[in-house]
Each structure stands twice: as structure tokens, then as C-alpha cells.
């Protein structure tokens, strides 16, 4: 696959100041422009494309709309948006992380930091708010804004007794631990991608079927798949993790890339989810993307029409950053 052309996201000076802008985690269209969140923050944000650019932004806080566990300033470590059916969905890691060693620690210093293991309860989140046009709102009509969260509620608890995806719960996202990294909404259902585990080369991809839950107003419960609270779904990724998933015609893009702290390959795979509910699946290669060394991380995608994809990165290089603020993302055609 090759880069059909770049387009500019300009940010404001807040989200600069947040490193919205070099931390994108995920992405969506709707019909005057973008979604996209960062992994820094506990927003989302919404850029209107004109004059060639996605621009004008609109920042929204979640704790605006729900009840975060840990309140409005700690980060959510959003990795998914999904978008249908007037909502707009958003999905934290779901994840652990462990300390990062850095530059000019003293040894004993770097020892203990990666030893040090943490755990951030508002990215324990899957979020879904009512959209009115491109702005979301607390309630519209018999509409609210809801969240799955909360002590053996959120997906991480859950699965916490899978018999394969349970010892993965307690291990840190970048150590092949459970890590959330894609959410993608297709004829009512909800699949969510998994960046880690990686079980012997298959990534898992779960698919839920959210509810407003009746005996706790702005919460949602998951409804019954196969008389339990997910179905999993096991991917011939080539060893790779989901790094982001989007609808594309009947089924779903999937962005590929590794589950460890790696630059690449990056890949996008063509996957078409069936009814069965339990079996293993081998998504169609469509082709590799570009990264960079240290830098140009593919983290998500969205298709703009019926050829064209647009690729946001994590940890653009200094080619990617404008002078007015904002940041390239990458648009790459479908082969036919």
C-alpha cells in the first residue's frame, strides 16, 4: 500500500499543551469531520474538515457526561471510538503499565521504576454518549449518556476468569498483557480488539452487546452472548496484536501491529465476522503501512469513503508536526 496523500489535524493550544496532538490513539468520521481522542487526556475531541484541514476543535470532557472512577483529571488512556446509530462510543485501555526507565536515571533508580507496576481505574471505561449532529450530549429524550465501569463490571474483571485470557489481566499492557486498542461498531454489535494478549500468534478480538442497565441510571450492563458476557474471537494476525478496527463495507479493517514496545510491521487486514460463535478466523491481508524508527506508530483508523483510509500516529516524527499546530495523518487507498 502506498500514502495517496497527507492532511493536516490542527489542534489548539491546550490540546498542544496535553500532547493531544502526539499521543492519538483513535479516530472516526462523521459527516463534518473527525473524532479523535488521545491517550493522555480524559477527553475526545471533534475537528470540522474545511479549507483542506480538519480544524475549528471541540473538546469534551467524559466526566462532563459520566461518572469517571478515579474524576475529571486523570487520564482515560482512550484507544477506540466507534460511532453508529447516534453514538459515539469511546474504550480505555482497559490496561496495567509498568514504570518507564528513563534517560539519566541513576541504576538503582531505573530498577525500581521497572518494577513498579500501576494501575489507573478511569481506564477501566467503555463510554457511550448520545450525539446530537456532531456534539454529545448528558440526555437526549429517553437518550442518556452511559458507562460500563466499575469493580466486576468493567471488561478487565470480567475476564479475569477466562481460561485464556485471564492470566493476562494482572500483567501490564507492553508485557503482552491486557491491553484494549480498538472498538468497532457493526449491525449492532460491539467488537473489541485486543492488542495483548497474543496467544501463540492469534489475537483475540471480543465481541459485546452493551445495554442501558435499569437499576443504575447512567450505567450500561452487557447482555448475554452464548450464556456469558462476551463471545471471543481468536485472529490469524501473523503474530501480531489489534491496534485499532473500523467498519469497511460488510465487515472490518483491522490495524495490525505489535504487541510489544515495537515499531512494526504494521499491516491492514480485511475481516468479515461470522455468526459462529466460537472459532478461529484468518483475515485477508490487504497490505503494509509505513512507520517510522522511534517514531510514526500507525494507532488508528477510519475510512473516508469507499477506497480511501486515514492513518493517525502515536509519536509523530518532526516531520509530521505543522507550524500552525497541528499534525499530518496519512491517507492510503484500498486496492481493488
Not at 239 to 257: K, S
Request: proline letters at 7%; glycine letters at 12%; aromatic letters at 6%.
Amino acid at each position: 500500500m502506498f500514502v495517496e496523500r497527507q492532511v493536516e489535524l490542527r489542534f489548539d493550544a491546550s490540546s498542544r499543551e496535553a500532547r493531544t496532538h502526539t499521543n492519538l490513539s483513535a479516530v472516526r468520521t462523521d459527516a463534518l469531520g473527525l473524532w479523535v481522542a488521545g491517550d493522555e487526556t480524559a477527553t475526545v475531541e471533534h475537528l470540522a474538515f474545511r479549507g483542506g484541514r480538519y480544524d475549528d476543535q471541540r473538546t469534551f470532557f467524559l466526566a462532563d457526561f459520566v461518572d469517571l472512577p478515579a474524576g475529571r483529571e486523570e487520564e482515560a488512556d482512550i484507544e477506540g471510538l466507534g460511532r453508529a446509530d447516534g453514538w459515539l462510543w469511546a474504550i480505555g485501555s482497559h490496561s496495567l503499565k509498568r514504570r518507564r526507565i528513563k534517560k539519566g536515571h541513576p541504576p538503582h533508580k531505573a530498577r525500581r521504576r521497572l518494577a513498579a507496576v500501576v494501575r489507573e481505574e478511569n481506564r477501566f471505561i467503555l463510554v457511550r454518549l448520545p450525539l446530537v449532529g456532531a456534539t454529545p450530549v448528558r440526555e437526549d429524550g429517553d437518550r442518556r449518556a452511559e458507562i460500563l465501569s466499575g469493580p466486576g463490571r468493567n471488561l478487565a474483571d470480567l475476564l479475569a476468569v477466562d481460561p485464556h485470557l485471564g492470566p493476562f489481566v494482572s500483567i501490564p499492557s507492553k508485557d503482552n498483557g491486557l491491553d484494549v486498542e480498538g472498538v468497532a461498531v457493526l449491525g449492532g454489535r460491539l467488537f473489541v480488539g485486543l492488542r495483548g494478549p497474543v496467544l501463540r500468534g492469534w489475537a483475540a478480538v471480543l465481541e459485546i452487546r452493551p445495554e442501558s442497565d435499569p437499576g443504575r441510571p447512567g450505567s450500561l450492563r452487557l447482555a448475554g452472548i452464548d450464556g456469558g458476557p462476551y463471545r471471543t474471537h481468536f485472529l490469524d494476525l501473523g503474530g501480531l496484536g489489534v491496534r485499532d478496527m473500523c467498519p469497511y463495507r460488510d465487515g472490518l479493517l483491522i490495524l495490525a501491529g505489535p504487541t510489544m514496545s515495537l515499531d512494526g510491521p504494521v499491516r491492514l487486514l480485511r475481516w468479515d465476522p461470522l455468526d459462529e460463535p466460537s472459532v478461529l478466523h484468518e483475515p485477508v491481508l490487504v497490505g503494509d503501512l509505513p512507520y517510522g524508527d522511534g517514531c510514526d506508530h500507525p494507532e488508528g483508523i477510519t475510512v473516508l469513503d469507499g477506497d480511501r483510509v486515514l492513518v493517525v500516529h502515536d509519536s509523530p516524527s518532526a516531520q509530521r508536526l505543522t507550524p500552525q499546530g497541528g499534525v499530518l495523518a496519512d491517507i492510503v487507498r484500498m486496492p481493488r
